[in-house]
């Protein structure tokens, strides 16, 4: 198999394990923010979106910009899977909000997902914290001969 120039035209040639590009990023991030926005400063019609509070903590939007999955969470609350149905019907509304104040040729299709990432670190906090782990990093702290 040959390899692909970097200039080729049927697109970049770069490996997927790399990560996203600069221009992922880069929308990714405004997406959030014009997100976050809409969602501090607009009522929805939908009665299970009436009075809740939610918080945009991520964006990764796919290589062709077609896609993007938006990471929420409710800020003290673990009962973001309950809204996530509500947020699927009201995202062609996020959308038109998104396509009035970014300038991209094609507008994101949205797909929400709860964020689990505080958890995760609060789980791995309380890890480090047992009994067990604080014994093997006093034990190691003794060892150091660079001490």
Partial sequence: MTQRSPFDVVGPAVDPAEGPSTR????????????ADLFTRTEFRDPEL???????T????????????????????????????????????????????????????LHFQPDVSLDHAMEVEHLLHTPEVQRDLKSDS??????
């Fill in 24 to 35: 992922q990023l880069r929308v990714a991030e405004e997406v959030r923010h014009v997100l």
């Fill in 50 to 56: 009436y009075g809740v509070s939610v918080t945009v």
């Fill in 58 to 109: 991520e964006v990764r939007v796919s290589p062709d910009f077609r896609h993007a999955t938006v990471f929420v969470t409710r800020l003290g609350r673990d009962d973001v899977h309950v809204v996530l149905p509500a947020l699927k019907r009201v995202s062609s509304f996020l959308r038109r909000g998104l396509s009035r104040k970014l300038r991209l040729r094609t507008v994101p299709e």
């Fill in 142 to 147: 003794t060892s150091d001969p660079e001490d």
